[in-house]
Structure formats: structure tokens, C-alpha cells
């Protein structure tokens, strides 16, 4: 079984001797059973006369001209690649650096992305970019040691931890591809589906409770992630020469694959749920429990919620769709988007409703141009009830009505917490995801010696588990020598901020992001005391050197969007708990100008919000019309309003030494005290760990 499109196509004459193709939609894939077919609906009209009377409406039994939908190219370099093998199997063993056209498409369904060093001038410095798909996080302790050492090996000796709660290993050359590539799936780890038009990382809670609904949906993700993985054995003939892996998969995932009741299947093909042209664009899913928007659920082409009843007994889920992040700068036809409630299913039947919304995808987003290929423009065309619909034919249901959830709180874990089965959990922030220096070595260090498994969160972090009590003092020293200190020593602006790696690899870079974040949040914090904002006070700021949104600036209270060279487009509204979209306030602001914009808009919510109100509930709150004023009358701090903030000092003199100690670090006298408390209780702690 193979794969066609169809498309609705007419072509109106009347009144018109140049008469022009006008294509009304896509009308996606369509089953053939020998090739690839185009349908071609053409229905004339024309004009004919000897005259000046017109005849209208002629119909002929000519054969019509061939006339194809527009597909992009992607589209064409998947139909011929022998479902994600051809050229690509031919490319990675030629000794030039790079790959072609074709197989940089290609290579994404395995997981990679062909990059050259931007900050490079001349012949460019290929390399590839690999990344790991780890359903929930979950890393076992011999994947994680791997991995480090492949990144000291082959790569630019760091790991970068995703907001899809993956690796990311950098700076890995053509030649070296195959070996990387085998020894992470031979050390139970995969890329496969890691980047491409498939189904994503599946997102989950890293927080490795013990708890019925927490462990329910770690399995919900993994079972989803199994239903959604490529069947066809490209990766393997790719990467280990066809090399068979056994696994074990639960039967409801096997049977929910292999089910064709309500046509959703490609029969007879390697690819069932997939056939040859895969999805219009990348597909992401995230399952949570009630509460916990630790996964950022809305940002999610699909959000699975479980529903336990009053015992604490999963039940079913709620589901949502249509959220997605990417955009383009000055195109208003692109844009962010949160997923909407689409109904609730029993627990026995997530994988077919699952699978239904990724066909319903499959079989109606656009093909022809990939800016408008992802669900959520599906669901702005149709409508939630129309979607509704078409995916209950594939899933042969009707939805039930989603159920009341309470409200949603963003939750980080970092820190130590009790897994509930007698052992402890240790989250830890990383600062922009990216573990390296003695942080790394660190890392290696307790991971190795206590063999201990690994969590990664959507929210760039570590979680280390299953730690016994025994076990917390020596390893809270270790990690506090490599600078992973636990989250009252951490600034608390850099908890929840998050960046994207941009320059110098990134190919889709405009500005910095996750080089450019550090001086940011040092400039906000110096802000924040200026204005007389408290220590302990925060909002949440991404940065991102593009529109495309890895990051989810879009959700942030602050976002900060690359819109050109040393430029932002500047984002406000995002919520805390991530489910209220941003929206954008100012464009081309330089960053060497976020003072001009930032400081008036923080001094004016630390003095006129409402109790307990965050600094996104303010921007909406007060509309950004008159946020807009505010900035553009802005003439500094009113003398009489300024202030010192003596909250760490005794007296106005230490204060004032400190901060003229600060500024030849270029930081303020808050983060430099902070610093020095920060050295003295991990000395503090490495002198007792000794005793």
C-alpha cells in the first residue's frame, strides 16, 4: 500500500481567454494500492464564438491536462527515498563533509541535523548535531555514562538538555556518524524520530513518583511512543547495517497499531500508520496528571491529562489539541497557538484516540507548504467541532466531555524530594540545559558511583533518582563542588528561564539566545534592584534566536525573540504556570537597549500590581496600550522613589562598597553577596563531608 494526494482543483475560463489554475485546499493522502497517484477533479469552462455571443458551460470527453498539487519539496524527497533511506545511506559514505539537499531532509527522521559553525568565516566546518529520544526523560544510568563519554569523544566535549526533555550532542563529524550512531542504540538508547515529520520525544513528568497517576502516565508515554515509532527498519539499515533489536512492546500497543477497523492503516505496508510520506510536518505529545504543567501541555500538537477517581484509580484522560510554537517574523498568517479541549476517552482507548488525531493530521494538513503544515492551522481552518468530527470517524467513538481538572501549577521538582518508595530524588538546574566543565565531570562522578538512573525535565534540567538517604550528604557536596547547588543558592530569575542554542551552530539563528541569556538575566536582576523588586521576587524569561519558538518564549511572562543581528522582538503576557500565550509588544528592540523597555515596565509592577499578582497578570491586566505609554514617557526612576536596598546589609556603607566590589565583575552588589554565601556553605559542606 502506498500514498497519493488529492486536491481539489478548478479551473474557471468564462469571460477569460487566459484562464488560470486555481488550487481551493489540500485534501491530503489518499490510499492507492499499486503507486503513487495524483487525482486530478478538472472542470472546464471556456469560451468559443465567431461573434461576440459567448457560450458557456461546454463539457468535452478530451482527456483533461495533467494537472498535480503543489507539494513541497520534502514531500518529493520522502516519496522517493525508500521510506527515509535513499540518498542518505549513500551520503554518509562518501568522504566529503557534508550530505546533500535530500539527505540533510532525511537524516532528521534518524535524528540529526547537518550544521556548520556560524562564527566561522570561509569554508564552512560541517557537522552534525544528534539527538536522543527519550520518552518521560527516562535516561538508564548506562545510556547517560555513554553519552558522556561520546561527547568528549566525538563531540564538542558538552551535553545540551532539550525543553523535550532529550540530549542534544553537538559538533559530531560525518565520518564519526555510524560509530556514534550504533554505540547509543547499542547502549539502549535511539535518535530515531528525535527530528523529522513524525511523532516527537513524548513528554511526561520527570518527577519519578511513586505515585498511581504519576507512574500511569510515564507508561501512557511510553506506550505512545511505541504505537508512534516508524516500523520500516530504515534507522537500522542506516546505522547498523539492518541489524535486528528485539523488543518487547505491550500487546495493546501492537494490537492498537495493527488495527484497520476504521481505516486509519496503510495495508500491507512497512509503515501502517505512516506510509510513505509520513506527516505534514513534526508532531509533539505530552502526557501529564492533574496539576502538574511541568510538560507545558498547551504548547502540544496533543495533550493527554489522566483522570483518576476519588481513590486515586486512573480512569481516563482528558485530551487537548492544536498547540504548537513555531512562527515568522511579519507573516500575521503564522502564529503560536494553545492546544483546546478536545474530549475524554477511557483509559483503554488512548492509543486508538491517539492515533486517530495523528491520522486525521496525516490525511488533511498541508503538504504544499511547510509554515502551515503543523495541526494547530488544521484546527484554525476547520474549527475544534469540525476536527472533532473527521477524528471520530477514525476512531469510531464519540468523544465524551472533558473532565474539571483543578488548576494548573508549574512544577520543577529541583531540589530533593522523596519518591515514595523509600528512596529520594534530586532535581537539579543546569542553566540553558547545558552540562559541561566541572559541572559534567561532577555529574559523571555521582552517576557512576552510586549507579544511579537519570530524569530529564522539559525545562532544560537534571533529575538524578532512586537515591538512598544514606547517600544525600556526600552526593549533595560532590555536586555543590561542580557547581550544581541546590535551588535557595540559585538565582531565581535562572530557575525558570530558558533559552535555545542558537549561534554559533544553529542554521536558523538571527541573535543569540543561549550565549545572550546570561548577561540578560544579570541585567534584569540589576533591574529588579533598582527598582526595588525583592531577591526572591521572579518571572519567567526565554529567549530564542529565532521565531520558530524552541524555547516557548511564547508562554513566558517575558519572551524575548530574535528579529534580527543584537535584536529582539519582545514578548508579554505568558503566565507562570504556562497557560496563557504571550503576545508581542515591541519589535527591533536592541538588546543593548532592554533597559530603555524593561526598567519602566518593572517598577511600574512592583508598584502598581495587585497582591500576589505575577508580572504577566500585570502586563494583561493593565493592556498593552498603556504599557506602551508607560515605556514611551519613561524618564528614569522618580528621585524620590529611589532608594538603597539594605535587605542583605547592615548599613548603607557596606552596601555601597559592595556594589563598587560588584561592578569590576560586572555584576551588583546583590549577586556578588550572593556568591560569596553560595562559596562559603559549599566549603561549609565539603569541610563536614570530610570529618
Not at 58 to 63: F, H, I, L, M, W
Not at 82 to 104: G, H, K, M, V
Not at 478 to 499: E, I, K, S
Not at 668 to 688: E, F, T
Request: charged residues 25%; contains cysteine.
Amino acid at each position: 500500500m502506498t500514498t497519493s494526494f488529492g486536491a481539489a482543483i478548478n479551473i474557471a475560463a468564462v469571460d477569460d481567454p487566459n484562464p488560470k489554475l486555481q488550487i481551493q485546499r489540500f485534501n491530503g493522502l489518499k490510499s492507492t494500492s499499486n503507486s503513487i497517484l495524483l487525482s486530478r477533479c478538472i472542470h472546464r469552462s471556456f469560451s468559443h464564438s465567431n461573434s461576440t455571443s459567448i457560450v458557456r458551460a461546454v463539457s468535452t470527453p478530451a482527456k483533461p491536462a495533467a494537472v498535480e498539487p503543489k507539494r513541497s519539496k520534502v514531500e518529493i524527497f520522502k516519496e522517493q527515498s525508500n521510506f527515509i533511506r535513499y540518498p542518505l545511506n549513500e551520503e554518509i559514505l562518501n568522504d566529503a563533509p557534508n550530505i546533500n539537499e535530500a539527505a540533510t531532509q532525511l537524516i532528521k527522521f534518524h535524528g540529526s541535523y547537518m550544521q556548520y559553525n556560524r562564527d566561522e568565516r570561509g569554508t564552512r566546518s560541517y557537522s552534525f548535531m544528534l539527538r536522543t529520544k527519550n520518552p518521560g526523560g527516562e535516561v538508564p544510568n548506562k545510556l547517560y555514562l555513554v553519552m558522556d563519554d561520546l561527547a568528549d569523544q566525538f563531540g564538542i566535549g558538552t551535553l545540551r538538555l532539550t525543553t523535550r526533555q532529550t540530549f542534544q550532542l553537538h559538533g559530531v563529524l560525518k565520518k564519526d556518524l555510524k560509530t556514534v550512531m550504533s554505540t547509543i542504540i547499542h547502549n539502549m538508547g535511539s535518535t530515531l524520530g528525535a527530528c523529522g515529520d513524525l511523532n516527537r520525544n513524548v513528554l511526561a513528568p520527570a518527577a519519578p513518583f511513586a505515585k498511581k497517576d504519576y507512574v500511569f502516565a510515564k507508561q501512557t508515554a511510553d506506550n505512545i511512543a511505541a504505537l508512534l515509532t516508524p516500523q520500516s527498519g530504515f534507522y537500522y539499515d542506516v546505522w547498523v547495517d539492518g541489524e535486528k533489536f528485539m523488543t518487547v512492546e505491550p500487546p495493546e500497543v501492537v494490537k492498537a497499531r495493527n488495527d484497520n477497523s476504521h481505516g486509519t492503516n496503510f495495508p500491507d505496508s512497512p509503515e501502517p500508520i505512516y506510509g510513505t510520506q509520513f506527516l505534514p510536518r513534526k508532531f509533539k505529545i505530552a502526557v501529564t496528571v492533574p496539576s502538574d504543567n511541568s510538560v507545558d501541555i498547551f504548547t502540544n500538537d496533543i495533550g493527554v491529562v489522566v483522570v483518576s477517581d476519588e481513590d486515586g484509580e486512573p480512569q481516563g484522560f482528558n485530551i487537548y489539541v492544536g498547540g504548537g510554537m513555531g512562527r515568522t517574523h511579519r507573516m500575521e498568517t503564522t502564529f503560536p497557538r494553545l492546544a483546546e479541549p478536545l474530549g475524554y476517552v477511557p483509559k483503554a482507548d488512548i492509543l486508538y484516540a491517539v492515533k486517530a488525531i495523528v491520522v486525521t493530521q496525516r490525511e488533511n494538513g498541508r503538504r504544499d507548504d511547510r509554515r502551515y503544515s503543523r495541526l494547530k492551522y488544521l484546527l484554525s481552518s476547520w474549527g475544534i467541532e469540525k476536527f472533532r468530527s473527521v477524528t471520530e470517524q477514525y476512531y469510531g467513538k464519540k468523544f465524551e466531555p472533558c473532565r474539571e481538572l483543578p488548576q494548573w501549577e508549574f512544577k520543577s521538582y529541583l531540589g530533593w524530594h522523596e519518591q515514595g518508595d523509600g528512596s529520594l530524588f534530586c532535581g537539579l538546574h543546569v542553566d540553558n540545559g547545558r552540562v559541561k566543565g566541572e559541572m559534567k565531570k561532577a555529574l559523571r562522578e555521582v552517576i557512576e558511583k552510586y549507579n544511579l538512573n537519570v530524569r530529564l525535565t522539559p525545562n532544560q534540567n537534571i533529575i538524578l533518582s532512586n537515591i538512598r538517604q544514606s547517600w544525600k550528604r556526600s552526593i549533595t557536596t560532590v555536586l555543590a563542588q561542580g557547581g550544581l547547588l541546590q535551588p535557595r543558592f540559585v538565582d531565581p530569575l535562572n530557575l525558570t528561564a530558558m533559552a535555545c542554542p542558537a549561534f554559533p551552530l544553529c542554521p536558523l539563528a538571527i541573535t543569540e539566545a543561549e550565549r545572550g541569556i546570561p548577561d540578560i538575566l544579570k541585567r534584569v536582576r540589576a533591574m529588579f534592584d533598582k527598582v526595588g523588586l525583592r531577591f526572591y521576587e521572579s518571572v519567567v524569561i526565554r529567549v530564542t534566536g529565532c521565531p520558530n519558538g524552541c524555547a516557548r518564549p511564547y508562554m513566558a511572562e517575558l519572551g524575548l525573540v530574535g528579529d534580527g543581528p543584537n535584536s529582539y522582538q519582545i514578548w508579554l503576557g505568558g503566565t507562570p504556570n504556562q497557560t496563557v500565550l504571550a503576545r508581542s509588544f515591541k519589535d527591533k528592540v536592541k538588546v543593548q537597549d532592554l533597559e530603555k523597555v524593561l526598567e519602566p515596565l518593572f517598577f511600574f509592577w512592583k508598584r502598581k500590581r495587585h497582591s500576589k499578582e505575577s508580572f504577566g497578570e500585570f502586563s494583561n491586566r493593565l493592556g498593552f496600550e498603556k504599557l506602551g505609554d508607560l515605556v514611551e514617557k519613561w524618564d528614569g526612576i522618580p528621585e524620590s522613589s529611589s532608594r538603597y536596598n539594605l535587605k542583605l546589609f547592615a548599613d548603607k556603607e557596606t552596601y555601597q562598597a559592595m556594589d563598587a566590589l560588584a561592578r569590576i565583575q560586572n555584576k551588583n552588589a546583590h549577586q556578588l553577596a550572593i556568591d560569596v554565601i553560595r562559596n562559603y556553605v559549599a566549603s561549609q559542606q565539603n569541610g563536614k563531608s570530610m570529618d
